[in-house]
Nanobody
Framework: QVQLVESGGGLVQAGGSLRPSCAAS????????MGWFRQAPGKEREFVAS????????SYADSVKGRFTISRDNAKNTVYLQMNSLNPEDPAVYYC?????????WGQGTQVTVSS
């Protein structure tokens, strides 16, 4: 059973930065494709970014390209999302996702709030 625990969300002013992280346990982390998704109130959960097992390939939603960077540290079983230039369209609960051979796992989410 893979467990994912996000942390590092919070309140930031518009234009500011946050760096949520997601720590994985219960499996072999470097075999998982990892991703970040977000869900704002009243909206569906949407893709933000993903990263390959080795970290050599990344993908981003158009809305965050150039502002967000996904990375991973396989030695620490952790994936990160560096978020810069946060704007009023970014507030949401940010979820970590692991895609494994046994299935898909989600974390509990971390809240990101942006004040104007």
């Amino acid at each position: 059973q893979v467990q994912l625990v996000e942390s590092g969300g919070g309140l930031v002013q518009a234009g500011g930065s946050l760096r949520p992280s997601c720590a994985a346990s219960g499996g072999t982390f470097d075999r998982y494709v990892m991703g970040w998704f977000r869900q704002a109130p009243g909206k569906e959960r949407e893709f933000v970014a993903s990263i390959s097992r080795s970290g050599g390939k990344t993908s981003y939603a158009d809305s965050v390209k150039g502002r967000f960077t996904i990375s991973r540290d396989n030695a620490k079983n952790t994936v990160y999302l560096q978020m810069n230039s946060l704007n009023p369209e970014d507030p949401a609960v940010y979820y970590c996702k692991a895609l494994t051979m046994r299935g898909t796992y989600w974390g509990q989410g971390t809240q990101v709030t942006v004040s104007s």
